[in-house]
């Protein structure tokens, strides 16, 4: 596996491959690797001649106060897996790199980041969108594989890339979670042990949301009411949003006659853990799946 660091030789790399006819998969993240990424990693390695990964923790999609300085980075642990996992290229650019003295630009969808995440946390998205703009453009990857675990980041992106014609399919991967159901996030290890044990509730409480909405219950004001007891009575996390809503708009519904997401984000302490799932609206059964 390759290491680069300059945008310059990533460019070069990218020419070669395609000058060979190959087609490159890639997957952005924040590095501190763990089974999700490593899932996503070999989504790309099957449907791809090769795969890059990048690593790079995006201060702009930091808010003031929040983790930057301490989000966990382990270099050369990423690497023995990234190359466990097959990729051909580890993508580690440094922040001059990146954001040179000068920087003016920043990418917006605007609308889809008033919600959710985007509501607690202001100008996270319009990071996120900048960097993921700028590593597309340096990578040109065939493929872009995100996961569901950051739903609205995923259809943010998707939007972004749509709306702006960039010449790259996005697969959303499924959510890799731990055997009680824990998604797996690098934010876990801020967890203390009591905090650990109590995260559990999250993944209950969105199954209890697709529980009843198998039971015919519609009314979303009363799904999340129920899931906010679950929590509240269940574990000392401080709720920053349940909510369901539509997929596309990422806003919320109050009757569900559609497929919806089921999203949640609590703070344990100083480690603020998001969830969600999808439920498939079955008109019909009035069933679900994930
Ligand atoms: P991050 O390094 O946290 O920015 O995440 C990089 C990519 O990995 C994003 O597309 C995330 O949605 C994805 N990811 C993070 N955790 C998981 C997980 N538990 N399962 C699947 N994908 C994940």
Redesign the pocket.
Known sequence: MKIIKTIKEMRRWVRLQKRKGLKIGF?????AL?A??E??LKYSVKSNDVTVLSIYVNPTQFGPGEDFKSYPRRLSQDMVLAKNAGAAVLFSPSHHEMYPQGFLTSVEVRGLDKHLCGADRPGHFRGVTTVVMKLLNIVTPRIVY?????LQ??VIIQKMVSDLNVDVDVVV?????EKDGV????RNQYLSDKHRAQAVMLYKALLLARHMVSEGKVKTAYIKKRIKQLIAKNTDGKIDYVDVGDLSSMSPVSVINQDVFVALAVRFGRARLIDNIIIKYNAKKNREKD
């Open positions: 997957v952005p993240t924040m590095g763990h999700g990424h899932s996503l995100l996961g569901q675990k950051d980041q995923a991967c499924p959510t890799i979670r998604a797996l996030s690098s």
